[in-house]
């Protein structure tokens, strides 16, 4: 059973860089059949992707979040990590991590399994 | 981008009843939709993907439907463990959005 764990500071301070990291058991994060990336939940509202991650190093980026935004991945440790620049109180969310599946034909993308979510609140 | 969106965003309803909850897309996205669950404080938890294909270990009262613009998911015989939010999501283009949600509540 494929398991995901969000860590990273609950705070982050306005301006600074907001840093979580996906730790993932069960399964390989080398595998090249997945992709992995970051939802976030902004406080009584609705959910956002934030972007993913291919283990061969390919991202893809909400464009709300292009510019501030970084995905990276590390397969000795089996984690993937989110970096959000210049923070501001819109980027307090709870931020989930997930593993993007594809197949099928046409080819079909889900988010197949998911951690429990962190909240990261930006404040001075 | 593809906006979605559901309706109701809240519903009650009882143990035993059948409901359902649509999704409307702002363009076509042929069967790229997918529903999730989610309980709070827990992770989301995939149902439905490609509108109609059930992710294995969901239980089989659990139905997607839908092509192009418009999608349901339709839960037969309500389980106290179904209240939770459903959310809806597109993959037929990035940026992936989602449903803004519907909460399913106890009657």
């Known amino acids: 059973q494929v398991q995901l764990q969000e860590s990273g500071p609950g705070l982050a301070k306005p301006s600074e860089t907001l840093s979580l990291s996906c730790t993932v058991s069960g399964g390989s994060i080398s595998s090249t059949s997945y992709y992995w990336g970051w939802i976030r939940q902004p406080p009584g509202k609705g959910l956002e992707w934030v972007g993913s991650?291919?283990?061969?190093?390919?991202?893809f980026y909400n464009p709300s979040l292009r510019s501030r935004v970084t995905i990276s991945i590390d397969t000795a440790k089996n984690q993937f990590s989110l970096n959000l620049k210049s923070g501001t109180a819109s980027d307090t969310a709870v931020y989930f991590c997930?593993?993007?599946?594809?197949?099928?034909?046409?080819?079909?993308?889900?988010?197949?399994?998911w951690g429990q979510g962190t909240l990261v609140t930006v404040s001075s | 981008d593809i906006q979605m969106t559901q309706s109701p965003s809240s519903l009650s309803a009882s143990v035993g009843d059948r409901v359902t909850i649509t999704c409307r897309a702002s363009?076509?996205?042929?069967?790229?939709v997918n529903w999730y669950q989610h309980k709070p404080g827990k992770a989301p938890k995939l149902l439905i993907f490609a509108a109609s294909n059930l992710q294995s270990g969901v239980p089989s009262r659990f139905r997607g439907s839908g092509s192009g613009t418009d999608f349901t998911l339709t839960i037969n015989s309500l389980q106290p463990e179904d209240f939770a939010t459903y959310y809806c999501?597109?993959?037929?283009?990035?940026?992936?959005?989602f449903g803004q949600g519907a909460k399913l509540e106890i009657k």
């Open positions: 997930a593993r993007l599946a594809y197949d099928g034909h046409p080819i079909s993308y889900y988010f197949d399994y």
């Open positions: 999501q597109q993959s037929f283009s990035a940026p992936y959005s």
């Open positions: 363009q076509s996205i042929r069967t790229y």
């Open positions: 991650i291919h283990p061969t190093g390919s991202t």
